[in-house]
């Protein structure tokens, strides 16, 4: 079962943000965008920008009005990126290390039962609204844990923009491969029972999660999944070094309208 979730429309009204890095645009007067769709624009706008300054751009190149950017863009993006920083190897005690310290991030054929309450991330939701009400749920259902009745399914039929909200957000058992993979992330390779902590971010919104079962998969040996090991630690390097390099970047522009604070986009996933 894989899963998708389908968002049905949720009760608030669109918010117009106007946001810009340094002067450029990066929608439409009329186009209303996520906070999301906002921060991936304005760290890829951030990059196009500097990749003109350091002569791999051409001056004239410009982003579409829907933010897409040019194929040239993408090719000084790149080349931007291997001369801004390197992502060095990973030693073999690193590896080794990283494997003993997460034996279920490798495992395979893990199962997990969870039901989750979804407040999704539309065109013109106020995201600062929608979390605090997604903040409010997972308190809720937290607070409900072991009382009389089924609090979570409640939450989720009157909550949920999944259509699994109507049978109480239940998603079944999934594998990993089911799911997106900045939801598998959080869930996947755990021990977490019960209602998470947390609230769950993937690029359908906001997930409140309960994981009802876990069925552990076969932990391989180290030799086995070595280059595995080791892919896992270089996209680690690579996602803290591009966080760092937008960080410098925002602060060397004048970004407006949109909060990249701390911002986790698809350019660092």
Known sequence: MTLHVE???????????????NGRALHGPEQVLSMVELRQRACTELLRQKAQQEGLLDRNDAPTADGAIS???AVAIEALLERAFTVPEPAEEACRRHHAAHP????AGERVRMRHIL?????????????KRAEAALLEVRCHDGKAGDGFAV????????????QGGDLGELTAQDCVAEFAREIFGKVEIGVLPRLVHSRFGLHVVEVQARVPGVAPAFESVRSAVALSLRQQGFVTAMRQYLQVLAGEAVVEGVDLEGADTPLVQ
Do not use: Q
């Not at 407040?119 to 979390?131: C, H, I, S």
């Open 71 to 73: 194929e040239a863009a």
């Open 119 to 131: 407040f999704a991330v539309t065109p013109g939701v106020d995201v600062v609204a929608l979390r």
């Open 7 to 21: 968002a049905r429309p949720t009760p608030m009204p669109p918010v117009a943000i106007a946001a810009s890095v």
């Open 155 to 166: 939450a989720a039929g009157s909550l949920s923009n999944c259509p699994s909200g109507a």
């Open 104 to 107: 279920g991030k490798f495992a």
